[in-house]
């Protein structure tokens, strides 16, 4: 039989190549040293040169166009540019932030960002503090300038009606839960359209990850990275993320004092409504499902089956219940 030539799903860049090309691009020193550091929604090179570190970002085929990483790229420079803190993209010689690489799958979009600081300080309430205040400059930024974004909103289709698609084939032997799920979540949904609408600044540019894997301190100072989940959204939704993230850790963080401290630093900066803090366990159970859902698309992509079992899903739907019972007071009211 003659030799098949068979659709590659999903490649990985040696970081051998990488690194030529990185020292062809870009203005760096030697020695170079370029290692896979991790690989999820896009593979991630971290890259070392004259005792600094860089991480190299290469988005996967189809999930990103080139348009939608240059427009990031103007997102982190323009909050650069009005102080607030973000690990910045690093331009090539050219002058260009954003080029491509032709994978056996398609094009990939590859950009080098700066290391973000770390060296937090052992108080927690104030870099909470001070990440709250600073995603409320980041909103108030974007309501005044506007950037441009084509990827999908973060609406109801993105935190619903996508996940539940994604996930209703591992769902097949359990279709009285996911019939169930969809239910709650349509509930969470219509209360929040009914009751924060689309209106600035309730509505408007999110970062649409903040959660700790995304920001470093250097003392209480944060820096914010990965953008790679932003769109238009409400941001109740982008102050959710941080607290659904700690509930991992510490499932009563919302009684935390970093947690107020959190919402006390943001609310310095702009104000929110009652509805809006309540919507804050609505828009929580949401993520838990967008995560899920955000996990079956990747088993499409580049990952295995093996982990996205009834053990998983029953993992995530008991966060999205727990959320969901806090939200109550929201579905109520």
């Known amino acids: 039989m003659n030799d098949t030539i068979i659709q590659v799903?999903?490649?990985?860049?040696?970081?051998?190549?990488?690194?030529?090309?990185?020292?062809?691009?870009?203005?760096?020193?030697?020695?170079?040293?370029?290692?896979?550091?991790?690989?999820?929604?896009?593979?991630?090179?971290?890259?070392?040169?004259?005792?600094?570190?860089?991480?190299?970002?290469?988005?996967?085929?189809?999930?990103?166009?080139?348009?939608?990483?240059?427009?990031?790229?103007?997102?982190?420079?323009?909050?650069?540019?009005?102080?607030?803190?973000?690990?910045?993209?690093?331009?090539?010689?050219?002058?260009?932030?954003?080029?491509?690489?032709?994978?056996?799958?398609?094009?990939?979009?590859?950009?080098?960002?700066?290391?973000?600081?770390?060296?937090?300080?052992?108080?927690?309430?104030?870099?909470?503090?001070?990440?709250?205040?600073?995603?409320?400059?980041?909103?108030?930024?974007?309501?005044?300038?506007?950037?441009?974004?084509?990827?999908p909103a973060i609406d109801l289709h993105q935190l619903i009606e996508e996940p539940l698609r994604k996930m209703k084939p591992h769902f097949e032997h359990r279709s009285e839960e996911y019939q169930a799920l969809r239910e709650a979540a349509e509930q969470l949904g219509q209360a929040i359209e009914r009751k924060l609408g689309y209106e600035k600044p309730v509505y408007g540019f999110c970062h649409g990850d903040i959660h700790g894997g995304n920001v470093h301190f250097s003392g209480e100072e944060p820096t914010l990275f990965d953008f790679d989940c932003m769109g238009y959204g409400w941001r109740a939704y982008d102050i959710c993320v941080f607290a659904w993230n700690e509930t991992f850790g510490e499932e009563g963080y919302v009684e935390s004092e970093p947690w107020k401290a959190f919402l006390e630093g943001y609310q310095s900066v702009r104000p929110l409504s009652e509805r809006e803090i309540q919507a804050i366990p609505a828009f929580a159970a949401l993520r838990d499902l967008w995560l899920a859902g955000l996990h079956a698309d990747v088993l499409e992509r580049n990952a295995g089956c093996s982990w996205y079992n009834d053990g998983y899903l029953d993992n995530r739907l008991r966060y999205f219940k727990l959320w969901q019972e806090r939200a109550a007071s929201f579905l109520q009211a």
């Open 9 to 151: 799903r999903h490649s990985q860049l040696h970081p051998d190549a990488l690194k030529k090309e990185l020292a062809d691009r870009y203005a760096l020193g030697a020695p170079m040293q370029c290692r896979l550091f991790d690989s999820g929604i896009n593979d991630i090179y971290v890259v070392n040169a004259e005792g600094a570190r860089f991480f190299c970002r290469v988005s996967l085929t189809g999930r990103v166009t080139r348009k939608d990483v240059e427009e990031e790229v103007a997102v982190l420079r323009l909050l650069a540019d009005k102080g607030i803190r973000v690990a910045k993209p690093i331009a090539c010689q050219d002058s260009a932030f954003v080029w491509e690489v032709q994978a056996p799958e398609g094009p990939r979009a590859v950009v080098l960002f700066e290391e973000a600081p770390s060296a937090p300080s052992a108080d927690k309430g104030k870099q909470a503090c001070r990440l709250g205040s600073d995603l409320a400059r980041l909103h108030a930024i974007a309501d005044e300038q506007n950037p441009a974004v084509s990827r």
